[in-house]
Every structure is written in C-alpha cells, then in structure tokens.
C-alpha cells in the first residue's frame, strides 16, 4: 500500500517570496510522483509529474520539484511566487507497472497563501 | 479538446434521500475514475473502471454507494441511503491509458447532506 504526507497544512508567504512544500511518501513499490494544483472554484490540474530519468522535473509556471529516492520526497519548490499561486497544492503517487492499481493516492493538501 | 464534464455542480439533500451524480470523460478515455473529496482532506479513490468494466472498488461502500459505466463512455455514481458523513465533493477524473497515469480532473460535484 502507498501513502502521502504533506508536512505542511498552511503555507503562507509574502509575494516575491522563495517556497518549499514538503511531501514524503511511503510505497513498497515503485511509484511515479505528482503535484497537482487546486484554484479556488476549480477543478484539480496536474502541475509537475516524475515518471522516470531526471529527478528534477520542471512545469511551465516556474515550480520545480525533486524526486528523492533515499529520502521518499518529493519536494515543490518556487523561488519567487506570485499572488495568482494561491491555491491547494497536492502531492500524490501512483503504483508503476500495474495496471489494475493505478489510481493516484493523494496527500491531505497544502495550502499556499500568498500576499502582498 | 473538451475536459471532463460532471453535473450537477452543487446538490443540497435530506439525509436518507438518494442522490446521483454524472460523468462524462474525455473523449477516448479508456479509464474513468471516481473520488470523494471531504473538506481539509485530499481527494480518496472510490471507484475505477476500464471502459466499462471495475478495476477497482475496494474503497467503494458498497451498502449505499453504486456506480455504473454503461458502453465504457459516460458514468454515474449513486448515493443511496445519503448519511451525513457522505458531505463532500466527488470528482471524477479520466486517462487514456493507465499506464501514463495522467488523470484529468472534472469540477466535481459539492454534495450537502443536511
């Protein structure tokens, strides 16, 4: 069984401001790495994803996230945020390899606050 | 490309009234996926389909929740007796092929139990 820990409930920052959203998880198996992001009234959108190769995955608005093997992290990072990264931030993971258990197992969220 | 549609958006019930939801995946999406989300924590798989066969219900309470996926296209999920502890937003999310495991996520349904 594979189960997700978001350290962090509450994250708030002030705009311009480097952060750090910690998710550490625990699987028997090998599993591929998700941050999804949650805007309010919205739908839940994939933001970054480690499915194999570098550990270091990029997504198109400036979050990067380190896939851990040693340490089962997989940390989000953002070196200056902006007032539109508001939002509820989930980590999840997903058994590689078979098929019947592939469904995403899904950290209890962080919530990123950022102000002026 | 249309994302995944859910009706309705918000639905308020009686406890012990049913309820029913609906999902309509993206187009070509052989694995469909339904998940209860209660507030302050992150979202839990209930059921999983391919095309329209289950998967995977082992955290689906079977003595009061259905769901059904007729010609591997659209489904429902259906809550009957509704219990308090059923307030929550179900989503429903689909992928092409489960082993790329990009699941794309519709609005959700926000269900009220009073």
């Known amino acids: 069984a594979q189960s997700v820990t978001q350290l962090d409930s509450q994250v708030p920052v002030f705009e311009e401001a480097p952060v750090e959203l910690r998710c550490n998880y625990s699987?028997?198996?090998?599993?591929?790495l998700f941050w999804y992001v949650q805007y309010p009234n919205q739908g839940l959108q994939l933001l970054l994803k480690y499915l194999s190769g570098s550990t270091l995955v990029e997504s198109i608005n400036g979050f990067e996230a380190e896939f851990n093997k040693s340490q089962t992290s997989f940390h989000l990072r953002k070196p200056s945020v902006h007032i539109s990264d508001t939002a509820e931030y989930f980590c999840?993971?997903?058994?590689?390899?078979?098929?019947?258990?592939?469904?995403?197992?899904f950290g209890k969220g962080t919530t990123l606050s950022v102000s002026s | 490309e249309a994302g995944v549609a859910q009706s309705p958006r918000y639905k308020i019930i009686e406890k012990r009234q049913s309820v029913a939801f609906w999902c309509n995946p993206i187009s070509g999406h052989a694995t469909l996926y339904w998940y209860q989300q209660i507030l302050g924590q992150g979202p839990k798989l209930l059921i999983q389909f391919q095309n329209n066969g289950v998967v995977d219900d082992s955290q689906l309470p079977k003595d009061r929740f259905s769901a059904e996926r007729l010609k591997g296209v659209d489904s429902t999920l259906k809550i009957q007796p509704a219990k308090l502890e059923d307030s929550a937003v179900y989503l429903c999310a689909s992928s092409l092929d489960p082993r790329r495991t990009e699941a794309f996520f519709g609005q959700g349904t926000r269900l009220t139990v009073v």
């Open positions: 999840a993971v997903s058994p590689t390899g078979n098929q019947a258990g592939t469904a995403l197992i």
């Open positions: 699987s028997s198996v090998s599993v591929y």
